[in-house]
């Protein structure tokens, strides 16, 4: 039961981080807190890969898993379901060179 329990909270961390971090912990910081929080608890699981494989490929290829998982929810599907962008709006194109003509109709 501890097991599961330890195996799934740095998931469902990362679902709070990203869902109601708006309200807790915003930015950054919440992103690398909740990340903290997720490695630490996943600290069981990364020494039963160790222990089973006699080798640090194993949790080493975990971490890696679980940073490149976390960094997309965070940094991509997170900014793309709160609806934030930090990219500048697109600007419409003005032609003001020789030949144009101006809003008067010269």
């Known amino acids: 039961m501890t097991g599961t329990v330890l195996g799934i ?3 469902v961390l990362h679902h ?3 869902l109601a971090g708006a309200a807790l912990i915003t930015g950054t910081t919440g992103n690398v807190l909740f990340y903290a929080i ?7 699981m990364l020494r039963r890969l160790h222990r089973r494989f006699r080798s640090l ?4 290829i975990a971490v890696v ?8 929810s965070a940094f991509v599907i997170g900014p793309a379901i709160s609806g934030t962008d930090d990219s500048p709006p697109p ?16």
């Open 9 to 11: 909270a740095p998931h």
């Open 16 to 18: 709070i981080g990203l």
């Open 38 to 44: 997720g490695l630490l608890l996943s600290v069981p």
């Open 57 to 60: 490929w194993a949790p080493t």
């Open 65 to 72: 898993v679980f940073t490149g998982l976390f960094s997309v």
């Open 91 to 106: 600007s419409t194109p003005t032609n003001h060179g020789p030949g144009s003509r101006d809003e008067h109709g010269h």
